[in-house]
């Protein structure tokens, strides 16, 4: 299987270049705040579901479930994440990619001329956490008699007219990874079964111990917990030099004690379908607030749109957010992207590219938006963990970058 590294400038800054700004959420004090007097819904709140380690080992219990078997096709967006295909090829199955539009919507009418006698499946992305216009997808699986995959990778927490996102497929699958600060985490979510069949355990105690490190030791890097970090000084420094000794005492590779999914690897290992989401980050799931996360990531976005929008060369993928929608991150799109990527990554200001590059034979005669989307769109982090000077730096940064 061809292995793939995302395209994300490190979070972590250079010497020479500016403060160390988290990509993602990282553990604080503040990550156990609630938001009274408020709700935000979640893709757990459209089914039953099933708390497992990342979106790929949902996706891939999914197709389980569904029955997808060898001779199926499974269609899935050419604009995508390669994490979407090994499940399907694990399954024996082909996917088969279907265009979007220039905003990253489904185009419906590609989508229905590609469903044929093989079709078992079609997967669907609310890309950065963006809802697309769901219903009349669901109708058109319907009444072709396949099963819908909601892709809610992006899209943990949302809704969409009065439903929380999740709740139209027959099968919903989410990141939690992506919107909380915790090194592993995904979900199974089903509206329509009851998921009984999809058994779970633990991985072990490795496992467990490594993410709760992991997540503290993310925080104590970005100046987030300094007392907890001072207080755990001395046996951290323990583990890391046992973990040392260990490593270097073995004769053959144990092992992994946690999925590649949790260390930015587009690979998928069937070994962890059976193994459920740490106690870690289950715990940090029940008491992080939705309301918070969604507030804060709106603010957060609607302060780099302001800034930001009107730079030349530069552009917001959509021009508003919608209500209810919690963004993933502020995706751009830029006329000079290589070049302004690489400026922006030697600043140290973090940033990612979705679907950078696409699975290997996707390209602009499978479908010219696609190809024109994964070129082009530099996403910046929104999330609910961001500093406020933190958040000033990058506008800054960006703004001055952009003018060059």
Not at 75 to 87: E, G, K, Q
Not at 95 to 112: I, K, N
Not at 301 to 326: K, N, S, T, V, W
């Amino acid at each position: 299987m061809l292995a793939y590294s995302p395209s994300t400038a490190s979070s972590r800054a250079s010497p020479a270049a500016g403060p160390a700004i988290p990509l993602a959420p990282v553990l604080s004090a503040a990550s156990f705040r609630r938001a009274p007097g408020t709700r935000a819904r979640t893709v757990l709140d459209a089914g039953a579901y099933r708390l497992v380690t990342s979106g790929r080992v949902a996706i891939a219990l999914a197709l389980r479930e569904l029955g997808v078997q060898a001779g199926d096709t499974v269609l899935v967006p050419a604009y995508h994440s390669p994490s979407m295909i090994p499940p399907v090829l694990w399954r024996g199955a082909t996917p088969v990619f279907y265009r979007v539009t220039a905003h990253a919507s489904v185009d419906l009418d590609d989508l229905a001329a590609r469903i044929g006698p093989k079709t078992r499946a079609v997967m669907v992305t609310h890309y950065f956490g963006f809802p697309q216009d769901i219903a009349p997808i669901r109708a058109l699986c319907d009444a072709r008699g396949i099963a819908l995959v909601e892709d809610c990778a992006h899209a943990f927490i949302g809704e969409h007219d009065g439903r929380p996102l999740g709740s139209w497929g027959d099968y919903a699958i989410a990141s939690s990874m992506k919107f909380l600060p915790i090194y592993e985490g995904g979900a199974l979510v089903s509206s329509r079964h009851d998921l009984r069949n999809v058994t779970l355990r633990s991985a072990g105690a490795g496992f467990e111990a490594k993410v709760a490190l992991n997540s503290l030791e993310k925080g104590f890097a970005y100046g987030r917990l300094p007392a907890v970090r001072a207080a755990l000084w001395l046996p951290l420094r323990a583990k890391s030099a046992l973990w040392g000794m260990l490593k270097r005492g073995r004769k053959v590779q144990a092992p992994a004690l946690a999925p590649a999914s949790s260390d930015s690897s587009f690979d998928f290992d069937p070994r962890w379908l059976d193994k459920r989401s740490s106690l870690f980050s289950r715990t940090l799931l029940k008491v992080a607030s939705p309301a918070r996360i969604q507030a804060l990531r709106r603010r957060n976005y609607g302060r780099l749109d302001e800034a930001l929008r009107g730079l030349p060369g530069l552009r917001a993928l959509h021009p508003h957010l919608p209500d209810g929608a919690c963004p993933w991150v502020y995706p751009l799109l830029a006329d000079e992207p290589e070049a302004l990527f690489q400026r922006l990554k030697a600043r140290g200001v973090p940033l990612t590219r979705f679907a950078y590059p696409l699975w290997q034979g996707v390209d602009d005669a499978t479908c010219p938006n696609a190809a024109m989307l994964s070129r082009r769109v530099l996403s910046l982090p929104c999330h609910q963990e961001l500093r406020e000077d933190e958040l000033d730096w990058i506008i800054a940064a960006v703004r001055k970058e952009a003018s060059v």
